[in-house]
């Protein structure tokens, strides 16, 4: 692209109290603070009026107007927000630029990034936080898309109560194409899991990583053989241990549909770690042990007797009612 | 709208040229002939030298490419990236081509409005995904690059486990340069996989030449030559993108 690296850098360092004024609608905003950058953009926190909004501004009109596009269709999307939701799009004819800079305003969804919450409150969080953007992902797939490059950054954990939000549909693809971008940490080609085509499970083997990596400490990077390298890290961690079938499955791409890898993850949450640190979670009907089996039937004679003295209660109520008529 | 073939040279090196024609004028000269030129620099920790830099973004330009001076370490990602912005700068290029048609002269992507814009992108993406590509990868092996070759031959399978997840065709091919007895020398003819690319850089000849203006020229040559023969058998009803194909 024929763009200046110099125009790049004065893009990411307005100073606080930049107005930016649109050409088209003419709409003022003021700019605050740099909320971030990225590959084909930067975001700031801007007021217009009382409001506060995101504004991104780029210096590739075409991926911006793709993001818009993706943006716009999620708008229409019934049910809770899956993205930001897009306010206004318009060009800015700025000082320093010869033409004018594309941008476009958006919510600003408040709150932490994934991995900063979990490091935070306690990594009992990841699981909860894992379902609910699990239920986010599964709206998100059957709408036909796929969000692509999801990592914890573009997690967002607003609250109180906590529940996440998706940022940064830069990456979200239509489902049957290419993954338009993404992050090499998360992204199974890059780990030798996998191809970059948008499928449902590219997502979830990127949500089984965003856990990975919130959970584990120090800095990832794939050395050989990347499904053993992660099959370890899980099992370095007690925590991501109690977990491992779960994330195993999603990280082989087992997993057709957002909704299976919630309910597994759910089920693998409400076992609670006791003396055995790592617990089977299939079927209990593959190898039932004898213990399980033994608490089965002392259960079953307690529901009998339960039952039994309930219905001579009921009957000496009858009695004593014939009785005293 | 025929969606036809896209063809770009994706030229890979870490410093300046040394012998032969002016890189640039045979990047100019690919885009004449509808081959987009794009460039990666590779570095070593050091930086680069600001006449390596300079023509690198030379070539870029003349090449109607893009251009990118990055670490070993991110050339995965680099590649990827470089190879499909430079496909969607082409593919704008060609629809505001159309555009102007339509419109008139002074229409492009930017004169619109904002909401017009992302039906235009619409179209550009489509293209995007399912446009044929042929990319031929053009690697310096000179002297100081001889390190950095795996980190080269793990960025081509990348590319290509990225490009053919798309629902259109591709075929890439690979070229080193200074060539055993030429200036070039093809390493992999083209293929529409390079996952299987299990050949080795070949042992290379060393010596102080970097050749990237002969390189540049006998890469267009290789397209061509591709065509002509392909005409030959009678194959030739493949289109390549011209205006006229959209």
């Known amino acids: 692209m024929a763009m200046s690296h110099t125009w790049k850098s004065h893009l990411c360092s307005l100073p606080p109290g930049t107005i930016i004024t649109g050409k088209w609608h003419g709409h003022s905003y003021r700019l605050l603070r740099r909320l971030g950058s990225g590959a084909n953009g930067v975001v700031y926190l801007a007021e217009n009026g009382r409001n506060r909004v995101a504004v991104k501004l780029s210096d590739d009109y075409a991926s911006l107007a793709s993001e818009m596009n993706i943006l716009r269709r999620f708008s229409k999307v019934q049910g809770a927000a899956l993205g930001p939701s897009l306010l206004e799009a318009d060009d800015w004819p700025s000082p320093f630029a010869r033409g004018t800079i594309p941008f476009y305003v958006m919510e600003y ?49 607003t609250g109180p109560p ?113 003396t055995h ?12 042990s004898r213990r399980t089996n033994r608490r089965r039937k002392a259960r079953g004679v307690v529901e009998t007797v339960l039952i039994a003295a309930l219905l001579l209660g009921l009957y000496g109520f009858y009695i004593y009612r014939q009785l005293s008529m | ?68 001076i990055v670490y070993a370490k991110q050339l995965s990602q680099t590649v990827q990236m470089v190879t499909r912005q430079a496909m969607t700068q082409t593919l704008q290029g060609l629809v505001n081509r159309e555009l102007k048609q339509i419109l008139g002269s002074n229409a492009s992507l930017e004169d619109l409005p904002p ?40 960025a081509l399978v990348d590319l290509s486990l990225s490009l053919n997840a798309r629902m259109g065709a591709n075929r890439f091919s690979v070229l080193i340069f200074p060539g055993k007895r030429s200036h070039v020398e093809k390493l992999v003819d083209w293929t529409p996989r390079m996952e299987e690319l299990s050949a ?17 020229r006998e890469a267009i040559a290789y397209f061509e030559r591709k065509r002509s023969l392909r005409s030959w058998i009678g194959h030739g009803d493949e289109p390549y993108v011209e205006e006229s194909s959209l």
């Open chain 1, 277 to 288: 640190n790592v617990r089977r979670q299939t079927a209990p009907s593959r190898r039932p």
């Open chain 1, 109 to 157: 969804i408040e709150g932490e990034p994934f991995a900063v919450f979990v490091r935070r409150h306690g990594k009992e969080w990841a699981p909860v936080l894992l379902v609910q953007l699990l239920s986010v992902l599964e709206r998100l797939h059957e709408e036909g898309w796929v969000f692509g490059d999801l990592k914890p950054d573009n997690v967002m954990v």
């Open chain 2, 115 to 154: 909401d017009k814009r992302g039906q235009v992108m619409e179209v550009v993406d489509e293209l995007g995904e399912t446009v044929a590509l042929e990319v031929l990868i053009l690697i310096d092996t000179s002297g100081s690059m001889k390190t950095k070759l795996p980190t080269v031959k793990e």
């Open chain 1, 162 to 274: 906590p529940s996440v939000r998706l940022l940064d549909v830069g990456g979200t693809t239509l489902q049957g194409r290419a993954v338009k971008e993404f992050t090499e940490l998360y992204d199974r080609g890059y780990w030798g899991l996998g191809s970059r085509k948008a499928e449902p499970s590219y997502d979830l083997f990127a949500a089984a990583m965003v856990m990975i990596v919130s959970c584990s400490l120090g800095p990832i990077e794939k050395k050989g053989n990347g499904r053993a390298q992660l099959v370890a890290l899980i099992e370095a961690d007690r925590f991501l241990s109690r977990y491992k079938e779960v994330l195993q499955k999603a990280l082989d791409g087992r997993y057709a549909k957002a909704a299976e890898m919630r309910r597994d993850l759910l089920a693998a949450s409400a076992h609670r770690p006791t």
């Open chain 2, 1 to 68: 709208m025929r969606t036809g073939t896209l063809r770009q040279i994706l030229l890979i090196t870490d410093g300046c040229s040394n012998h032969g024609e002016d890189p640039a004028a045979m990047a100019a000269l690919a885009r004449e002939q509808g081959i987009t030129v794009n460039v990666i620099g590779v570095l070593d920790q050091d930086t680069i030298d600001e006449n390596g830099r300079r023509e690198i973004e030379a070539i870029a330009a003349a090449g109607g490419g893009m251009s990118q």
């Open chain 2, 200 to 216: 080795i850089f070949p042992k290379l000849a060393s010596g102080g030449l970097t050749p990237t203006g002969p390189a540049l």
